[in-house]
């Protein structure tokens, strides 16, 4: 099974400043990574797909790069609203896999 | 609107069975894989089963293969997930999602229902 390591797993923010997640796989997924956000209570929620791609909807300040075994999320410019727990997920082989999560919180 | 309603959740002792089903609405059911994916209390996701557009194909981990079944009914734009011998350990908020579409594979989950609770205790 693909093992999917994110880091760090809890980072503290400040609203406007621009934060990057990291992603780990521990075999080539090439470019089959996505990204959820979770908030408190509520499901997740698609927030990229294969590594870079924007999905209709989500704010621009949201960006993926990567490919490989390293990737990462990129939030440009804080908010509020962005304080959740971000999931990467690998869709390369059999068993689907989701790393651990970063949690956002406010410094 | 995409909309998935999960219902069937509850209590259930060790080794008993449950049934889940997800309601379905707001785009062409048929044309999409479906898979639950499931979230134990204060962990993270963990994919629990794939089906194809059809039903012909299902996909499962290691950790249900052999006491999980999903299965859907197109014309009910229905998903349902039958646990048997269920364990502690599958404990969890059980999620509806959709694949995203068949053209671009099944390697990501674009819609979520709100989920189901499933406590196995005695």
């Known amino acids: 099974d693909v093992v999917l390591t994110q880091s760090p797993a809890t980072l503290s923010v400040t609203p406007g400043e621009r934060i990057s997640l990291s992603c780990r796989a521990s075999e080539s997924v090439d470019t089959y990574l996505h990204w959820y956000q979770q908030k408190p209570n509520e499901s997740p929620r698609l927030l990229i797909k294969y590594a870079s791609q924007s999905i209709s909807g989500i704010p621009s300040r949201f960006s993926g790069s990567g490919s490989g075994t390293d990737f990462t999320l990129s939030i440009n410019g804080v908010e509020l609203e962005d304080l959740s727990i971000y999931y990467c997920q690998q869709g390369n082989s059999l068993p689907r896999t989701f790393g651990g999560g970063t949690k956002l919180e406010l410094k | 609107e995409v909309q998935l309603v999960e219902s069937g959740g509850g209590l259930v002792q060790p080794g008993r069975s449950l049934k889940l089903s997800c309601a379905a609405s707001g785009f062409t059911f048929s044309n999409y894989y479906m898979a639950w994916v499931r979230q134990a209390p204060k962990k993270g996701l963990e994919w629990v089963a794939t089906?194809?557009?059809?039903?012909?194909?299902?996909y499962y981990p290691d950790s249900v293969k052999g006491r999980f079944t999903i299965s859907r009914d197109n014309a009910k734009s229905s998903l349902y997930l039958q646990m048997n011998s269920l364990k502690s350990e599958d404990t969890a908020t059980y999620y509806c999602?959709?694949?995203?579409?068949?053209?671009?594979?099944?390697?990501?989950?674009?819609?979520w229902g709100q989920g189901v609770m499933v406590t196995v205790s005695s």
């Open positions: 999602a959709r694949h995203g579409p068949s053209t671009e594979g099944i390697g990501y989950f674009d819609y």
């Open positions: 089906i194809s557009t059809s039903g012909s194909r299902t």
